[in-house]
């Protein structure tokens, strides 16, 4: 089943403690790239990968690292995380930026 | 950059009634406009897009419009279903190296 695949789902951490959302796609696409979704505000890009060691940043990029050593992996670093980063995250993937995407089901991150 | 706005942010409507979501973009390069739909708990799904070379698409009881004058496209849903109830979020992105802009969503339920 072609599909991206998020993990955690749910994750509870403290402020500073360094953590890594993964995101792996089956569908060999090109382009990757991490939403996070606040009440009110939408969808919000945080970082995106045009392709394998090619990343830039979003509309949102502070406090966040990505990698793309893979094709298939774009994981999400969050190196201290503070409270203002509690949110829900999305990775999604595309045969091209300017093409349809597909979603991951998404992580919910809890920083306290 | 370009700046899609959605509306409305919320929208009832009664089992069987039509349902019509509006978006605005500012790039006038713009020239793919995707759909997605969000259920609760989940990563957005994309339901229907078109490109700028195209003013109308439909799929059985959705479709789309675009207005490349106005910069405007909608969404369209006829014979509303208590499925249909969920998030809905428009999106514009241009070139081959554009990402996709989100509107912030619009909650549409319908009324049994």
């Known amino acids: 089943e072609a599909q991206v695949t998020q993990n955690p789902r749910y994750l509870i951490t403290v402020t500073g403690k360094k953590l890594t959302v993964t995101c792996s796609q089956n569908?060999?696409?090109?382009?990757m790239s991490w939403y996070r979704q606040d009440p009110g505000l939408g969808l919000r890009q945080i970082y995106y990968?045009?392709?394998?060691?090619?990343?830039d940043k979003g509309d949102v990029p502070e406090g966040y690292k990505v990698s793309r050593k893979e094709k298939r992996n774009f994981p999400l670093i969050l190196e201290s995380p503070s409270p203002n980063q509690t949110s829900l995250y999305f990775c999604a993937s595309g045969r091209t930026s300017n093409y349809g995407y597909t979603f991951g089901s998404g992580t919910r991150l809890t920083v306290v | 950059g370009e700046n899609v706005e959605q509306h409305p942010s919320t929208l009832s409507v009664q089992e069987g009634d039509s349902a019509v979501i509006k978006c605005t973009y500012s790039?006038?390069?713009?020239?793919?406009f995707p759909w997605y739909k969000q259920e609760l708990g989940k990563g957005p799904q994309l339901i229907i897009d078109?490109?700028?070379?195209?003013g109308e698409k439909k799929d059985q009881r959705i479709a789309v419009t675009l207005n490349k004058t106005a910069k405007h496209f909608s969404l369209h849903i006829t014979e509303t279903q208590p499925e249909d109830s969920a998030v809905y979020f428009c999106?514009?992105?241009?070139?081959?190296?554009?990402?996709?802009?989100f509107g912030k969503g619009t909650k549409l339920s319908v009324k049994p």
């Open positions: 790039d006038s390069a713009s020239n793919y």
């Open positions: 999106a514009a992105s241009w070139g081959s190296q554009g990402n996709l802009i």
């Open positions: 569908m060999n696409h090109e382009y």
């Open positions: 990968s045009m392709n394998v060691e090619v990343t």
């Open positions: 078109i490109r700028s070379n195209v």
